[in-house]
């Protein structure tokens, strides 16, 4: 009878968590959610510190770090990690036993010296540690809680219900970026083309049903998940890359690239300042309210227009019109993952 209450009590306070866990996920920004979602985590199990992120495993046996979040851990944490990977035997020993959360302390922290060191320098002495695997994406998500010396090592309990709590952390986040990529959806409904959001090592997560098919015009070969090579520097530079028929604009919301890609038209060729009289004339301002908008003379404005005309091919402001509004393409459905 004690044993069927405390297992009751166990089942309650890992629904009760779960619950306010997928709430998090819909009601937290993209960066915040991470830091609440282990700050709900602890009023179950108590930590010190905590690293949650997502890594590819490499055939030497390193790991390639796509994402990181670390819970009151210190900057140089993740350059230490890097510099003794290839001695990280709690990584390893996790990732050989996906959906498992193992425990490590004492013997185990000091397989070898690299790790007796990370134990020393980050002041923990008991871990916990779990790792979900993406087969298709080639990828996997971790999660490593820390107990310092003053603290009691974690237990058998607690490990288990780590191990059931992780699966719905993992899912609760990915709902989060797609929370996120859904809000950026409404924002950019206007905008044309469709949307993609990629990790730092141009994983693609989430996107837009035609996402790939627009990628496909430029790379006829390409089949994912990883974005192509020109693309990605352009993402790390945070620019714009223009090929003969892509068009991809890319900007970072944290550990998250955002990708909005469309066709090249011929609005491509406008210079900022065309593009922008351009848009302003195709939706029925005149020069006047043009000059005024964009601080600058009404000749300016006539002087523009007439070289827009010409790149573009038009005569007539309802020429204009109508190829400023197929640039915009219809959005999609989402592919998640």
């Excluded at 790991?63 to 890097?82: C, G, I, N, Q």
């Excluded at 080639?138 to 490593?144: E, Q, R």
């Excluded at 070289?307 to 091919?313: A, N, Q, S, T, V």
């Amino acid at each position: 009878m004690v044993r069927e209450r405390s297992d009751f009590d166990a089942a309650r306070r890992l629904s009760e968590a779960l619950l306010k866990i997928y709430a998090l996920s819909r009601s937290t920004e993209v960066g915040g959610f991470q830091q609440a979602a282990l700050q709900r985590v602890a009023d179950d199990l108590p930590f010190r510190s905590a690293w949650w992120g997502i890594v590819r495993a490499q055939p030497g046996g390193g790991f390639d770090l796509h994402s990181s979040f670390r819970y009151a851990l210190p900057e140089h944490f993740v350059t230490s990690w890097k510099s003794i990977v290839q001695e990280d035997e709690v990584a390893r020993a996790v990732t050989a036993r996906p959906g498992a959360t193992m425990r490590f302390s004492g013997a185990e922290l000091g397989r070898t010296r690299g790790l007796t060191l990370m134990a020393e320098r980050f002041q923990f002495t008991s871990v916990l540690s779990t790792v979900i695997a993406d087969r298709r994406l080639g990828v996997a998500t971790f999660l490593s809680l820390y107990r310092s010396p003053l603290d009691p090592p974690f237990g058998e309990a607690e490990r288990g219900f780590k191990e059931l709590l992780m699966p719905h952390l993992t899912a609760a986040w990915h709902g989060n970026w797609l929370q996120h990529f859904d809000r950026l959806r409404s924002i950019d409904a206007h905008g044309g083309g469709c949307l993609g959001l990629a990790d730092r090592h141009g994983i693609l997560h989430v996107s837009d049903a035609g996402f790939a098919d627009l990628i496909r015009r430029e790379w006829s070969a390409w089949n994912g998940p990883t974005l192509p090579p020109a693309v990605l520097a352009t993402a790390t530079a945070e620019g714009a890359f223009q090929g003969r028929r892509l068009s991809v604009g890319c900007s970072r919301q944290g550990d998250l690239i955002v990708l909005r890609a469309r066709p090249r038209t011929a609005l491509d060729g406008l210079s900022p300042r065309e593009a922008e009289i351009a848009a302003c004339y195709a939706v029925g301002l005149s020069y006047k309210e043009i000059a005024m908008r964009l601080a600058c003379s009404p000749y300016t404005v006539r002087h523009h227009l007439r070289g827009i005309y010409d790149k573009l091919g038009v005569s007539n402001k309802a020429a204009l019109a109508r190829l400023a509004g197929t640039a915009a393409a219809r959005p999609g459905g989402t592919s998640d993952r």
